[in-house]
């Protein structure tokens, strides 16, 4: 496969479109846990519940198509090579626990990948929204829209008084988990993160790295999502992190000028160094790149590189997980090898942006 | 340094073992390593999961257990009739096993649900269209019932009427509607 076919099919629309306030927020996330009545949780349902589960949805949903985003394709992942659920974790349409812990786990999703609903996995089905930039409202009419098109098929468990009955307290009431990613390197290198965490860990939100629960923060790159399900309704859920996201916009910006003017060249400096790495290298482990991507996608915010698009960030701190790389290199890699073809693919990805930069030259 | 367990590829992880001041080091590649369960698993967060720390919370209640013993049974012993989950195992787990344990653990739950999320016990949100039509009414009744009593105070009495029929009409419908659904 060519590279700019693989890359063009490897992108989801999330990755490469640029949303409200992109240049810090990469992407907005909603995600609903609900169960259906008459099965148990998958904590401890039957191999033949679960069956039964997946065949409901199957038969249901399969190939219909749903508004702007496309027909639904089942996946079921006792049917996917190891390399091909770790793509899909990488790109975050399914979680690790799906992908590892779940015999009888499936996903929908939809064409353009901006939906997908994984079912059995902690809870019967957890509907997953993926929006680019700021745009938690929006993410959250989507869900809620597909949640009731989902309710209008089956029967789910609710209670008058706790809600949405979840397998696990922590999500009971909405089932909803908004989350955000956010690119925040200003905030890091000044260190004010490391104030900034335990204050927003005290409004009730919690700060994680970009692949979940315990994983670092690899290429500045923050999640940042509500802890609380009960007790508030999904609408102020959203607000209030929405409220939240924007001071942290907001500071990350000052950060940003305050450096510029303290450091100047010297930040201009580190910029092109980070990238003449990129542009060079022949072996990069992931951590080396996502800090080199993290100053490059500074230095494109800044004005300091010109002509680089900046979805550069996005893409490349997904398609150069191991997963991806595997699966460009169609077969399993070594750690050792897949640096080797992390640079590769990291150098052929920036020519591919010379020759669309000359090609709109032309032009 | 070739790995000691597949003697193929290279060894990329080396650590030591101490079991009873008894020393063993361990030369490993990454596949093996994580094959002898020496590595977490490729995500590296199933030791200090939410499930675990929830597990210890749970469990962080017994001084309350003791002192709710005489007025309630023994928690430990309760047991869910429809997926057979006791409470004890549901405080190990941090999960329920069904829809039911939410009713049968009801008695226990308040003080957990409270402390993880934020003091509160009841939703106040979405609610599903299907089962939800008697629901909504009985909302849109309490937020109407609270919108007289504000006007009454206000002395705005005009207004307080049109909304008094509206509550009545709503109690109309809702009466309408629970015999239909018996």
């Known amino acids: 496969m060519s590279f700019e076919k693989f890359f063009n099919t490897a992108v989801s629309a999330w990755m490469s479109q640029e949303g409200p306030d992109s240049d810090i927020v990469l992407s907005s996330r909603i995600r609903l846990a609900r169960n259906i009545v008459d099965f148990r949780f998958p904590t401890l349902f039957s191999s033949e519940e679960a069956k039964q589960i997946v065949a409901l949805f199957e038969r249901t949903f399969a190939h219909r198509s749903y508004g702007g985003a496309g027909r639904f394709e089942l996946l079921k992942m006792s049917e996917l ?17 799906l992908a590892e812990d779940s015999p009888f786990g499936a996903c929908l999703l939809s064409e353009n990948e901006e939906i997908s609903i994984m079912i059995n996995e902690e809870d019967h089905i957890r509907i997953q929204c993926l929006f680019p930039g700021l745009q938690l409202a929006e993410a959250l009419e989507a869900a809620s829209e ?28 909405t089932g909803l988990r908004a989350s955000v990613m956010m690119h925040l390197p200003a905030l890091v ?24 629960e315990g994983s670092e923060a690899l290429g500045n790159i923050f999640q940042i ?4 399900t009960l007790g508030k309704s999904e609408e102020d859920i959203v607000a209030d992190l929405h409220t939240i996201v924007q001071q942290l916009i907001a500071q990350e910006r000052a950060a940003r000028q305050a450096l510029v003017k303290t450091l100047g060249i010297q930040l201009e400096d580190k910029v092109f160094r980070s990238y003449g790495i990129l542009a060079n290298c022949r072996v990069i482990e992931s951590k080396e790149a996502a800090q080199c991507l993290s100053d490059v ?49 990291i150098r052929e990805r920036l020519k591919m942006e010379d020759r669309r930069k000359m090609e709109g030259d032309e032009r | 340094m070739i790995c000691q367990e597949c003697k193929q590829r290279p060894a990329t992880m080396h650590f030591t073992k101490i079991v009873n001041g008894e020393k063993t080091e361990f030369h490993l590649c990454e596949q093996c390593a994580k094959e002898h369960g020496h590595m977490f698993t490729f995500y590296g967060n199933d030791d200090f999961s ?14 309350m257990k003791e002192m709710t013993a005489n007025a309630f049974p023994n928690p430990d012993v309760l047991q869910c009739e429809t997926c057979q989950m006791t409470y004890h195992q549901f405080t190990q787990i941090g999960r329920f096993g069904c829809v039911n344990c939410y009713r049968t653990f009801a008695r226990y739950l308040p003080p957990i649900l409270k402390r993880l999320h934020s003091g509160n016990t009841a939703h106040s949100g979405k609610i599903p269209k299907r089962k939800g039509g ?41 009466r309408r509607r629970g015999e239909g659904d018996m």
């Open chain 1, 81 to 97: 090579q190891p390399i091909e659920k770790r793509v899909l974790v990488e790109k975050h349409l399914i979680s690790p626990h």
């Open chain 2, 134 to 174: 008697v629901l909504h009414l009985r909302k849109q009744l309490a937020t109407l019932k609270q919108k007289l009593q504000e006007l009454v105070a206000r002395e705005e009495f005009e207004r307080a009427a049109e909304v008094r029929d509206q509550i009545r009409s709503l109690e109309d419908e809702l």
């Open chain 1, 189 to 212: 290198m000044t260190q004010q993160i490391n104030r900034i965490i335990p204050a927003i860990n005290q409004l009730g939100l919690v700060v994680r790295g970009t692949y979940g």
């Open chain 1, 297 to 345: 996608r500074l230095g494109i915010d800044l004005g300091y590189i010109k002509n680089i698009s900046r979805n550069i960030l996005n893409e490349l701190m997904i398609l150069t997980q191991p997963g991806f790389l595997q699966q460009y290199a169609g077969g399993a890699l070594r750690p050792e090898e897949r640096d080797v073809r992390r640079a590769a693919l």
């Open chain 1, 146 to 173: 597909l949640d009731d098109w989902i309710e209008g098929y089956v029967n789910y468990a609710f209670d008058e008084r706790l809600g949405y009955l979840t397998s696990c307290p922590t999500n009971v009431g």
């Open chain 1, 225 to 228: 999502s509500n802890q609380i």
């Open chain 2, 50 to 63: 939410l499930n675990n720390l929830l597990a210890g919370l749970l469990n962080f209640q017994a001084p």
